[in-house]
């Protein structure tokens, strides 16, 4: 995912195509995100628009749903970070974390630009999306 810094729109390429049964799903989450994650974390204005993705901040940290698949490394008994009761899948990317819902439908992409890790705190941005991601997901575990 690509993005470009400042207060313009961000311009993000690579932004996934949920199936037609997450469509709507993915929509309603990214409709009631909030709209900022913190000091200097406001949502940025998409160009051209998507329903399944949100920036925010300079960096930007990127949020999208209806991604296909899990991370290849993850593994069914691979550690989740329980955070209100959405599972996390962190993984280093280069600079990068992204943290990802595999055992929820539709799937959840959450990416921390290398900036970004001085700037938040993961679990706080964590905490933020949460309700929206609990609301609009279902779990695939027992």
Known sequence: MAGCG???PVRLTNVPVP????????AALIGV???SLGHGLDRR???????????????PIVLTCG????PASYRPDSMLSEVDGVGWFAEKLGESVRYSTPT???HVV???PGSASTEVQPFDILVSVGPAVRAHSASTTP
Not at 19 to 26: F, G, K, L, N, T
Not at 67 to 70: F, I, K, R
């Open 33 to 35: 995100l909030p709209s």
């Open 6 to 8: 400042g207060p313009g």
């Open 104 to 106: 929820r439908l539709p």
């Open 45 to 59: 204005r998409l160009d051209p628009p998507r329903d399944t993705a949100a920036a925010y901040g300079g960096g």
């Open 110 to 112: 959450l990416t921390l």
């Open 67 to 70: 991604v296909s698949g899990v």
């Open 19 to 26: 199936v037609p049964a997450d469509r709507a799903s993915c």
